[in-house]
């Protein structure tokens, strides 16, 4: 049952949502458009408000359905996490889009917040008082992101949960490499 649930959050996590909303809203390709990101930022940039908000909305909700699955069934805690990690892991490289995905924020966010609702203040914090050290939304953001398996192990303290929660980040790092490598270049 284990490994249909795995298999059920990859494909969960390929349904591309930016994809489905610039083809069925927009007639467009987003691929082919901005950034050339199937994601909510791209879509945002490109369409508007509205485009965001739909596509933010259902990329995070692939995220809290496969932690949800996973409650239903009675799965750990760990198993839930490789669940998330799953479907992030297809929207990164969705085979509904030959392995072209977004970057995971969106499924990522909705996943932990269906994990643990406490994320929430905690990304709000960390994302406020880096901010104006930062001064840009995605460095602000990911750092924010690493404030999350500190506080979840010290509530859960479970060890295999932390590895797992930093495993997830990394893959969200990995996914923002180029964009890191740009805004950490030194100006000049």
Avoid: C
């Amino acid at each position: 049952m284990i490994w249909l649930y795995f298999i059920f959050s990859y494909f969960i996590g390929s349904i591309m949502f930016g994809f489905l909303v610039s083809k069925g809203l927009y007639r467009n390709d987003i691929r082919r458009q901005g950034t050339g990101n199937v994601g909510a930022r791209n879509a945002g940039r490109l369409y508007g408000k509205t485009a965001f908000v739909l596509i933010f909305l259902g990329d995070a909700l692939k995220g809290a359905l496969v932690i949800f699955a996973a409650r239903y069934f009675e799965f750990s805690e760990p198993i839930q996490l490789i669940g998330l990690a799953l479907a992030i892991l297809g929207h990164l490289k969705p085979i509904t889009l030959k392995f072209q995905g977004g970057k995971g924020i969106s499924t990522f966010i909705g996943g932990m917040i269906a994990f643990d609702p406490i994320v929430v203040p905690v990304i709000i914090l960390a994302f406020a008082i880096l901010y104006p050290f930062l001064k840009s939304f995605t460095l602000a953001g990911l750092g924010a992101f690493l404030f999350i398996p500190a506080v979840l192990f010290f509530k859960h303290m479970d060890w295999i949960q932390l590895i797992l929660e930093i495993v997830i980040i990394v893959m969200l790092y990995l996914a923002h490499l180029e964009n890191l490598k740009e805004r950490l270049k030194p100006n000049g």
